[in-house]
């Protein structure tokens, strides 16, 4: 019989080594090169919280603290304080993550067409939408 979790689990290893191994050429770890891309692309529109980079990839306040901090100590990122809130700190790139960003952007843009030439423009984006209606719907629970 084959099983979907299982093949949603070595697909998302293999993307995982793929990404670890060229984060290690960046001498970054591939959670942290997602997470500079993700700054990258919406910091310019509005503020990010550490609760933000939680939401956007389903970890825990406890797993978002330790990557975030070892990003600070990496001088990756910085964390000012909310004018408004002071329990608020405001992630933002340094320019040390900003001359990375370049690189980390065209190789998940790189990456996006591989998975296209690979499937198809209409299948990947139907498998997209498969995947984020099956996560709402096994979140829900």
């Known amino acids: 019989m084959k099983r979907l979790g299982l093949a949603l689990q070595r697909v998302q290893n293999t993307f995982n080594r793929n990404v670890d191994h060229f984060a290690r050429k960046l001498g970054l770890t591939g959670t942290q090169m997602l997470i500079i891309e993700y700054l990258a692309s919406f910091s310019s ?33 910085t964390k000012v304080v909310n004018s408004q809130d002071t329990r608020l700190k405001e992630i933002r790139l340094t320019g040390k993550a900003t001359s ?33 209606k099956l996560d709402q719907a096994l979140s829900e629970k």
């Open 45 to 77: 529109r509005q503020p990010i919280y550490q609760k933000d980079i939680e939401h956007e990839f389903n970890i825990r306040k406890s797993t978002a603290t330790n990557i975030l901090h070892l990003m600070e100590q990496k001088e990756l990122i």
């Open 100 to 132: 990375l960003e370049q690189k980390i952007t065209s190789y998940f843009v790189e990456s996006e067409h591989e998975t296209e030439k690979i499937l198809g423009a209409n299948t990947k984006n139907e498998l997209l939408n498969n995947l984020l």
